[in-house]
């Protein structure tokens, strides 16, 4: 079964000109904040996934997470990200980050540099809470080299194609699949930027890609 979403249906945060959240625009996957929707919480362990764009010197102010894997994929720009255990990093395009907030961890995110930064966030709920945080960066991610998420039964694959390559996609429970960026098209739909579709009990199943093309695919373990 597929559920396609479009990226015009989800849920708008933040506010790019007034407030506390000045230079930041979210678009929410999932209920997400202020914005609950009974009916959308979450797709197996994935409990959220955003995209955010912040313009030069806007950024997330420290606050905390706990009992949630954070996996962030910079689309653009530099993320500036420091926490409260002691890592600071600069995550690029093509980079992975990911923070494992077990029982508490405090961070901040920033763009502090001079371009646009968008980056793609997704939130993950592991199978067992509790542990020690710890935070991994891989810069400059394969498309062939999937990010293994054990805490949460995932894996994630970053795949680009080139107009008319086909992209497999993987044979598990559950795949979520985010397009980045270009077209694709998918068991008769076809997906652009921002689109998503959730896929249970996916075999035999690929993407044609309509245009050069990124694409976020989460191969799921369980559901």
């Known amino acids: 079964m597929m559920d396609v979403r479009r990226s015009g249906d989800r849920f708008r945060g933040g506010d790019p000109a007034t407030g506390e959240s000045a230079g930041i625009e979210t678009l929410h996957a999932f209920s997400f904040g202020r914005f609950y929707d009974p009916d959308n919480l979450r797709f197996g362990p994935i409990l959220a996934c955003n995209e955010e764009r912040l313009a030069p010197g806007a950024g997330f102010d420290e606050h905390p997470h706990s009992h949630t894997e954070i ?48 980056f ?62 270009g077209e694709v098209r998918l068991d008769g739909e076809v997906l652009g930027p921002g689109d998503s579709a959730r896929i249970t009990e996916a075999g035999g199943l690929e993407l044609m890609a309509l245009r050069d093309t990124e694409v976020l695919m989460w191969e799921l373990g369980a559901m």
């Open 120 to 181: 793609v966030q997704m939130w993950l709920a592991p199978l067992e809470p509790g542990g020690e945080p710890s935070y991994t960066h891989v810069a400059g991610t394969a498309g062939s080299t999937p990010y293994a998420l054990p805490e949460a039964a995932a894996m994630l694959h970053v795949r680009r194609g080139s107009e008319g390559e086909r992209i497999a996609v993987p044979d598990a429970a559950g795949v979520y699949v985010h397009v980045v960026r």
């Open 71 to 118: 996996v962030t994929w910079v689309v653009e720009g530099e993320l500036t990200h420091r926490d409260s255990a002691g890592h600071a990093t600069v995550v690029r395009a093509g980079d992975v980050q990911h923070l494992s907030s077990a029982a508490g961890v405090r961070h901040v995110e920033r763009n502090d540099g001079d371009r646009p930064l968008t």
